[in-house]
């Protein structure tokens, strides 16, 4: 059992260990990672009182309008990985090519990549709802001392080594996991250093909570409607009750708690649903397996998924175990 007076930089070292490479490069990782997190939210909690509300006036890959704080968010990781030294390569959600990255020495030593959404949900800063930012991490797969390649981003969830959200809401926390567990440390910002508050996070194998939105339920699959349907019937333990936030962090991390379900099904607005599988998809899977929760993209499991590409989008259904499986049983009579 972890003590939860723990900080999170006392809880890294004492769990390096675990990790197959313990050489403490994953270690360092983290704690970039820690602090990039600090300087966005103190950025985020600037919000309405500097110049940094509403859109940039750019759009990125996915052609969708770039908040200024996804910018901003964006540049901070970046900056912070690339100063560490400590990866070879970074992909964003904001960026249209992966971002190599040499060390001094120009000898590609660096063994880790990491992937980012800086800034989900970062619509919703403008009216002061929780946001967040998505991070993964793999073990290169190209040689070391080889300039990094688009396969060292291309892997399956399944070899992710860590994988973490922060959540910027009415308390600042960062969630994470290397494959044993998932614990939350949460920051106390009069002296800017992250405490252990969530020890061994778990879902409830079901809930009463399904997060979707249901704006778009003439468009999605008739599985999908059917589920919505089972999920508003008076039987049993339900109607469940309906809660979408329209930040995948906060929809989720609110599920873990209290048990429940998020789905962003394809629809015949988006054939392969909005969510990126690289970004956002299996950190949060990789998050779900490891507190006993599930992920899927309606048929199978999503951390086995091979990408095809940088900003590939797929269907997603994550969350408690049971609720989780029942909506798999509604797709299939479909498949």
């Known amino acids: 059992m972890q003590k939860k ?8 070292i004492e769990n390096q260990t675990e990790f197959q490479y313990s050489t403490g490069e994953l270690s360092k990782l983290i704690n970039a990672i820690r602090l990039a997190a600090k300087v966005v939210n103190h950025e985020v909690n600037k919000a309405g009182l500097v110049d ?4 940039a006036g750019e759009t990125n890959i996915q ?4 908040q200024k704080l996804d910018v901003l968010a964006n540049e901070k990781f970046k900056q912070t990985l690339q100063n560490r030294e400590i990866v070879c390569g970074i992909a964003s959600e904001e960026e249209d090519e992966f971002i190599p990255i040499n060390s001094q020495d120009e000898q590609h030593q660096n063994k880790y990549v990491v992937l980012i959404d800086p800034l989900d949900g970062s619509s919703n800063i403008d009216v002061n709802v929780s946001v967040g930012t998505i991070f993964s991490i793999y073990r290169r797969i190209t040689p070391i001392g080889s300039p990094v390649t688009l ?3 291309l892997q399956p969830g399944v070899n992710q080594v860590a994988a973490g959200y922060i959540i910027y809401g009415t308390s600042t926390m960062l969630v994470y996991t290397t494959g044993h567990g998932v614990n939350g440390f949460t920051l106390n910002p009069a002296i800017g250093t992250f405490y252990l508050s969530h020890p061994n996070m778990q879902f409830p194998d079901t809930g009463t909570i399904y997060s979707v939105n249901e704006g778009n339920y003439i468009h999605f699959p008739q599985g999908v409607k059917d589920y919505i349907k089972y999920c508003q019937m008076e039987e049993e333990d339900r109607p469940y009750t309906s809660r979408y936030i329209g930040s995948l962090v906060s929809d989720f991390h609110r599920n873990m708690i209290k048990g429940g379900i998020y789905m962003y099904p394809k629809s015949s607005k988006a054939s392969n649903g909005k969510l990126r599988l690289l970004y956002e998809c299996n950190p949060i899977a990789f998050l779900a ?3 006993g929760g599930k992920a899927s993209d309606g ?3 999503i951390l086995e998924i091979q990408p095809g590409e940088l900003h590939q989008r797929v269907p997603f259904f ?3 175990r049971k609720m989780v499986e029942k909506a798999e049983s509604f797709m299939a009579r479909y498949a």
């Open 299 to 301: 048929y199978g499991r």
């Open 63 to 66: 052609g969708e309008n770039q």
């Open 151 to 153: 396969a060292d981003f």
């Open 5 to 12: 007076n723990k900080t999170l930089g006392e809880f890294i």
């Open 289 to 291: 397996e490891q507190a």
């Open 52 to 55: 940094i509300l509403g859109a």
């Open 318 to 320: 994550c969350g408690s």
